[in-house]
Each structure stands twice: as structure tokens, then as C-alpha cells.
């Protein structure tokens, strides 16, 4: 749903629960406010969780020599650090 989907559900049911004072004889607008309301609030809090989880990453520093390029003439060499990404075992992403 996203976070802007949740925002909008959220304040459509705001709007019925609080602002409107219609009359369906077969449905209660009041009601209806506050299930988009809890709705709204659920798809934010799934999507912050599902946000939260897909951030666990680590980087470690890996022990093995970048490998480099024969330096030609008027050429640094610079060392570089190569890192590699590690994933904690668990559901994937």
C-alpha cells in the first residue's frame, strides 16, 4: 500500500468519521470513517515494519588484495578496500 496510500486512507476516514454528517439509511458514514481510519493506520505501521527489515544489511571487510592494473607511465596506484555485502540468514528480502 505505501505510505502515502496509508495517509490517504487515513485522512478519507477522518473526513467521514468527523465532517460529514450525511444520512444513508443503510450505511453508517461514521463507521465506515473509522474502519479507513484503522486501515489506514495497519498499511503504515506494515509498511514502516516492512521498510525496517529490508535495512538489516552488514558490510564487512574483506581480507583478500583488490587486484590492480600494471601501472603504465605518469599513473598512481591507489589501494583501494574492497568490501562485500553479508546478509544475516533469515526470510530473503
Known amino acids: 500500500m505505501g505510505i502515502g496510500g496509508s495517509i490517504f486512507l487515513i485522512a478519507l476516514g477522518a473526513i467521514l468519521a468527523f465532517a460529514v454528517e450525511a444520512e444513508l439509511g443503510f450505511l453508517d458514514l461514521t463507521t465506515v470513517g473509522w474502519v ?21 544489511t552488514v558490510v564487512a571487510r574483506s581480507d583478500e588484495p583488490a587486484v590492480a592494473a600494471a601501472p603504465m607511465e605518469n599513473d598512481r596506484v591507489v589501494e583501494e578496500q574492497q568490501y562485500r555485502e553479508v546478509r544475516r540468514p533469515g526470510r530473503p528480502v
Not at 503504515?44 to 521498510?51: G, N, R
Request: no cysteine; glycine share 10%.
Open 36 to 56: 479507513l481510519m484503522v486501515a489506514g493506520v495497519f498499511g503504515l505501521v506494515l509498511t514502516l515494519w516492512f521498510w525496517q527489515s529490508r535495512r538489516r
